[in-house]
Nanobody
Framework: QVQLVETGGGLVQAGGSLRLSCGPS????????MGWFRQAPGKEREFVAA????????YYADSVKGRFTISRDYAKITLYLEMKSLTPEDTAVYYC??????????????????WGQGTQVTVSS
């Protein structure tokens, strides 16, 4: 069964940094667009960042623009989310996702076919 596995979450102080990783298990997603979403308690899942299949284009939510960087490593078949200047408002479960044509409607969860199980990011004040 195809899975995406996120790692790298944890507890960090406000102003700190974390790097999330997402790797596939069972197949490669080299020709898929990929994205990061997050969900805080009591809130809907929200878009964070997306990258197209060739890594030539990226897109960010306004709330993370300038602080987060999405990238992908084809050799390691891994998606990354570098997060800097974290604030308590960034506290959430972070999910990676993949979709063959997802970049067209990249901010919508329904555009993605495969999801990871999520990794918790907690930012303390």
């Amino acid at each position: 069964q195809v899975q995406l596995v996120e790692t790298g979450g944890g507890l960090v102080q406000a102003g700190g940094s974390l790097r999330l990783s997402c790797g596939p298990s069972g197949r490669t997603f080299s020709n898929y667009a990929m994205g990061w979403f997050r969900q805080a308690p009591g809130k809907e899942r929200e878009f964070v960042a997306a990258i197209n299949w060739s890594a030539s284009n990226t897109y960010y939510a306004d709330s993370v623009k300038g602080r987060f960087t999405i990238s992908r490593d084809y050799a390691k078949i891994t998606l990354y989310l570098e997060m800097k200047s974290l604030t308590p408002e960034d506290t959430a479960v972070y999910y990676c996702a993949a979709g063959r044509t997802a970049y067209r409607t990249r901010t919508y969860p329904g555009a993605y076919e495969y999801w990871g199980q999520g990794t918790q990011v907690t930012v303390s004040s």
